[in-house]
């Protein structure tokens, strides 16, 4: 069966920062990849998501991530981060494009500072 | 933009109660969803409904769980002897075609005392 791992458990940052969160993934078909964010208090929500095609995927408020297939992930990053990017932050993978159980990784918490 | 509701958003409950968590998909979605994330853990899958039926679990949905869709509208998770490690935060999902994106509901927050 499929696993996620995300490297970090806590990642704490300043503001204009830049940001880079690992997932890595066991499996070894085709899969499709997500990062949801969860605000505190609020549900989740798809940052980006990987398909097919161009591995390095754009998704909302500058978030993007890169599919490194020999690598078996999928780092996300921003340039800059915000106070308001404080969040946790979920890799997810959903394998052979038909399964309907996602696997999330345990989560990486992100705490900016002022 | 359209939204899954999840309604309560707390439900208290005692052990070995019965408890029914609502949720209303998004209205031409097919595919629903229900996922768990215990405190301090990861969020987990529990099952997925397509077309009436389930079409997956996990080794969590045993058979204190079941799942329905009663109206059309409405889908349903029931967990019929509520135990205290049944303590999560509780979210639906639903989908218009598998692997798109997936719409969350805000959760309903189940304590089990």
């Known amino acids: 069966a499929q696993s996620v791992s995300q490297h970090n458990h806590h990642v704490i940052l300043s503001e204009a920062a830049s940001l880079e969160l690992g997932c890595n993934y066991s499996?070894?078909?085709?899969?499709?990849l997500f990062w949801y964010v969860q605000y505190p208090g609020q549900h989740l929500q798809l940052l980006l998501k990987?398909?097919?095609?161009?591995?390095l995927v754009k998704g909302i408020k500058g978030f993007e991530a890169e599919f490194i297939k020999s690598k078996f992930s999928f780092n996300l990053r921003k340039p800059s981060v915000q106070w308001s990017d404080t969040a946790e932050y979920f890799c997810?993978?959903?394998?052979?494009?038909?399964?309907?159980?996602?696997?999330f990784g345990p989560g990486t918490r992100l705490s900016v500072l002022p | 933009e359209p939204e899954v509701t999840q309604t309560p958003s707390h439900q208290v409950t005692q052990m070995g109660q019965e408890v029914i968590l609502r949720c209303v998909p998004i209205?031409?979605?097919?595919?629903f969803y229900w996922y768990r994330q215990i405190l301090g853990q990861k969020v987990e899958f529990l099952v997925s409904?397509?077309?009436?039926?389930?079409?997956?679990k996990s080794e969590i949905f045993d058979d204190q769980f079941s799942v329905e869709r009663p109206d059309g509208s409405n889908f349903t998770l029931k967990i019929r002897s509520t135990k205290l490690e049944d303590s999560a935060m509780y979210f639906c999902?639903?989908?218009?075609?598998?692997?798109?994106?997936?719409?969350f509901g805000s959760g309903t927050q189940l304590s089990v005392l």
């Open positions: 999902a639903s989908s218009e075609e598998v692997g798109e994106k997936l719409f």
């Open positions: 499996y070894g078909g085709t899969v499709n």
């Open positions: 990987y398909f097919s095609g161009d591995p």
């Open positions: 997810a993978v959903m394998a052979d494009n038909y399964g309907q159980n996602f696997v």
């Open positions: 209205s031409n979605h097919l595919y």
């Open positions: 409904f397509y077309n009436n039926e389930i079409s997956e």
